[in-house]
């Protein structure tokens, strides 16, 4: 079945990766990595880019890929995270996928030539919404897999060596080598602001982004009232 690339079709892929949810009793999206309603979400996005006519491929970490080839492997990239947190939007990360996938679909049709190859890729995980850690889908495409992080587990005990061999992944694998020269990439994303709502703006250009760190801090002091202990005998870790 061809790709619909009218913004009715967008529409419907946007509708259906949407109904994919760990729990559909409830309002919103919730797909986790390395769940089952995350592994029905992988199959469809590749599914759809097969349809596309894309060269598509899972790598070692679940990322998804479509490739359209062009006249060299100097390649730029777009797409988007297919996890979610949990009770989240349909449309924050599926947007920059579907986006992606049609946009290369309608390049292959009218068959644009092409010096750069282009590339859509659906991210395993960025949210961080089942371990503690974020972007492990982008991490391993640039090869910053961290082997400790293999070994941290979920709020149910499940290590995310485990969670990967659930989906059939192999964690002794999962360091991705750069198969092609990427030169950059572009994500396009629904506002999760108003600035573009209240000035009725169809898109706008992000110049600069948050960045994300996480921390475990442990702190070493000794515990006392804290209105009542005179300040000469406090032993304050955190302020020191």
């Not at 250009?205 to 070493?220: A, K, L, N, P």
Request: glycine letters at 10%; hydrophobic letters at 40%.
């Amino acid at each position: 079945m061809p790709i619909l690339g009218t913004a009715a079709g967008i529409e419907r892929y946007l509708l259906e990766l949407g109904t994919i949810t760990e729990f559909p009793e409830r309002a919103g999206v919730t797909r986790r990595l390395y769940t089952e309603a995350w592994q029905k979400a992988q199959i469809m996005i590749y599914e759809l880019m097969c349809a596309a006519g894309l060269e598509a491929w899972m790598d070692e970490v679940g990322n998804v890929h479509g490739r359209l080839q062009g006249s060299s492997d100097q390649t730029i990239l777009t797409g988007s995270h297919f996890d979610t947190v949990v009770d989240g939007g349909a449309y924050d990360g599926a947007y920059g996928i579907i986006a992606g996938i049609v946009a290369l679909s309608e390049l292959k049709a009218r068959q644009v030539p092409l010096h750069r190859s282009l590339e859509v890729v659906a991210f395993s995980e960025e949210e961080g919404s089942r371990f503690p850690l974020t972007c492990w889908g982008s991490r391993a495409l640039v090869g910053k897999i961290d082997t400790e992080a293999m070994l941290l587990c979920d709020s149910q005990g499940i290590s995310l060596n485990d969670a990967m061999r659930s989906v059939g992944l192999n964690p002794s694998r999962a360091h991705p080598r750069r198969s092609y020269d990427y030169q950059g990439f572009v994500e396009l994303h629904v506002e999760q602001g108003s600035q573009l709502e209240e000035r009725r703006k169809p898109i706008g250009i992000v110049g600069t982004i948050f960045g994300q760190e996480r921390w475990i801090v442990r702190v070493r002091g000794e515990s006392a009232h804290a209105g009542t202990t005179r300040m000469a005998r406090r032993h304050d870790a955190l302020v020191a």
